[in-house]
């Protein structure tokens, strides 16, 4: 290993999404108003949740020969950070849409029912309209 002053893709493999929501969150504040960039990063983090989904995940504990547990791992679930965010421009929200509705059509079908709630949370703000309204509870947090 390498170490340097900045983290990697290979060394931390959660930095493409973190650096793709950073960029989604960012995108829609009225300081930058610009809704393709946010949708062109959603479609980005989309085709990377492609990848994961196909994969098995849940590798929270890691045994030994024998069994024993000797590592455990704390591993992130989905975050609702972006659809919460992108609730308070509509036009961000609308694009936001796309790439969880096609998604949801592409990961296997036991990963269906995460991606359909972020999906359904996106539309539920969308049809309430409101900003204020939009700050309401977000979906359960589940394991991707």
Known sequence: MI???YRTFPQDPLLP???LADICLRAPSPAVNDPA???QALEAAADLLR???SRDLA???VDDR???PRVILELPGWADDVIEAAARSPMALREAVSPFGSLAESVPVHRRRQVRARLDRAQ???RDGSPSRASGAAAPDARP
């Open 3 to 5: 170490a340097g002053r």
């Open 17 to 19: 999404f973190r650096l």
């Open 37 to 39: 960039t946010a949708r």
């Open 51 to 53: 990848l994961a989904a």
């Open 59 to 61: 590798v929270g504990v």
């Open 66 to 68: 024998d069994g024993v």
């Open 124 to 126: 539920q703000l969308l």
